[in-house]
């Protein structure tokens, strides 16, 4: 076999080997995904609550606010996402709004349109939107006075998923992945019932990989 043909097809075997490249910035993108959230988020790459090295093998990067609400992320979105070029932007909130952390318990209605919000200006910059439910949980223990929560969270998940299908964003369900019998985080997930902990984060990434690398 000619040696140039065969170091063609040594090449060839070993790009598909390797499977999608990373994003190359001349293509206009930087991360493969950015992810933006809250707490629940921010956790995931901490290396005492999560696993910081899923998003350092496949050129994530993960952007979380503590204590931020909805209408909040809206106003980091551009500098958070949007000018990190990503080729894909995994978007969750809502947790905080239901929590009342703003001092009101937001509508679920304006939840998902700040929701909304940010994913079409993803889109519109050609980046592709991943929409997360609300992870469970039956209290929060920063704002006891806000009742059965668990409630709420489904009624937001259920706009959230109706926003993606409408869209055509993806709709990655951490909820279903996570939640107890009662609608709540269990405690073998979450030392509060509420952030996830190292084996929530992994049934978090079982999910939400496969809808990133399907891309």
């Not at 090295?53 to 609400?69: A, D, P, V």
């Not at 709709?171 to 996570?178: E, I, M, N, Q, R």
């Amino acid at each position: 076999m000619n040696i140039k043909v065969s170091a063609f097809l040594i090449a060839a075997a070993l790009a598909c080997a390797c499977g999608k490249e990373k994003p190359r910035e001349e293509d206009g993108f930087k991360y493969e995904a950015v992810f933006i959230g809250d707490s629940i988020t921010a956790n995931w790459v901490k290396a005492d609550r999560g696993h910081p090295e899923f998003f350092n093998s496949h050129n994530y990067l993960c952007l979380g606010y503590s204590g931020k609400t909805t209408a909040t992320l809206k106003t980091y979105f551009k500098l958070s996402v949007i000018d990190k070029h990503p080729r894909q932007a995994v978007i969750s909130g809502g947790t905080n709004d239901i929590a009342g952390n703003d001092g009101r318990q937001v509508p679920v209605e304006e939840i998902r349109d700040n929701i909304a919000w940010m994913a079409a200006e993803a889109a519109s910059k050609g980046i592709r939107v991943v929409l997360c439910s609300v992870t469970p949980s039956k209290g929060f223990s920063w704002s006891s006075s806000v009742s059965h929560p668990e409630t709420t969270i489904i009624q937001l998940n259920a706009l959230i998923k109706a926003l993606a299908e409408e869209k055509g964003y993806a709709y990655a369900d951490y909820h279903s992945a996570l939640a107890d019998s009662g609608g709540g985080m269990p405690y073998n997930l979450s030392s509060d019932g509420t952030h996830p902990n190292k084996d929530a984060y992994t049934i978090m990434e079982g999910v939400i990989q496969p809808i990133l690398e399907n891309y």
